[in-house]
């Protein structure tokens, strides 16, 4: 299997654009998170989806932040406006019902806002 | 919010010798797990103890719970090179085994 699988790896861009993070989790996992990393904050969920549904997205900073999983190999997650302290690595893990516990993790998206 | 503390924060060993890292946490937990992170990887899930478990092997690892004081260690027996990486505790509680809460994080190099 590939592993779940994020798009792009980098992406620099300037504060008030909009950025689409992108996801395909691995084939027949049920859950799929998104997972921010800093430096001060360390590693804080942003939203989990069970089956392409919102679970919980009580992480989400702000309505700045998003995500969709329109169908069960896709998911993104978009920030609009995006701002300087929006910069961190930006993970996204699934895990499959069977083993629920445990989650697979992409390469992660380095974003910085300039 | 954290709820995984990890000590030490960074640790340097040399190859072939043992490397102990701690685990604290908060609240009560469904399950305690590590993860290893390689410098500018994604994370790997490498062990997971249950709440009612009190000791977990896998390989070189040894990880142990101890509930009562809310901690958790784990032990890398002949260490390599290659288990240069940053370590991570993560526990579920409450009602979700699926919403992980991480602690910073423990460097641990290994020196040739």
């Known amino acids: 299997d590939a592993g779940v699988i994020q798009s792009p790896r980098h992406e620099v861009t300037e504060m008030g654009q909009e950025v689409t993070l992108r996801c395909k989790p691995i084939?027949?996992?049920?859950?799929l998170f998104w997972y921010r990393q800093t430096m001060m904050r360390g590693l804080e969920l942003l939203i989990y989806?069970?089956?392409?549904?919102?679970?919980?997205d009580s992480g989400m900073p702000e309505d700045r932040f998003s995500a969709k999983m329109p169908n069960a190999s896709f998911s993104t997650l978009k920030i609009q406006p995006s701002e300087p302290r929006d910069s961190a690595v930006y993970f996204c893990?699934?895990?499959?019902?069977?083993?629920?516990?445990?989650?697979?993790f992409g390469p992660g998206t380095r974003l910085t806002v300039l | 919010s954290q709820q995984g503390e990890e000590d030490p924060q960074a640790l340097s060993i040399q190859e072939g010798e043992n490397a102990t890292m701690n685990c604290s946490y908060k609240t009560s937990i469904n399950n305690l797990q590590w993860y290893r992170q390689n410098s500018g990887r994604g994370l790997v899930h490498l062990i997971l103890i249950r709440s009612n478990e009190r000791e977990k092997h896998s390989g070189r690892l040894r990880v142990t719970l101890d509930t009562s004081k809310k901690s958790s260690s784990l032990l890398i027996t002949a260490s390599r090179a290659a288990d240069t990486a940053s370590y991570f505790c993560a526990t579920t509680s409450g009602g979700s085994n699926y919403k992980l809460t991480f602690g910073k994080g423990t460097l641990l190099t290994v020196n040739p």
């Open positions: 989806f069970n089956n392409n549904v919102p679970i919980d």
């Open positions: 084939s027949g996992h049920d859950y």
């Open positions: 893990a699934s895990s499959p019902l069977e083993t629920r516990d445990t989650q697979y």
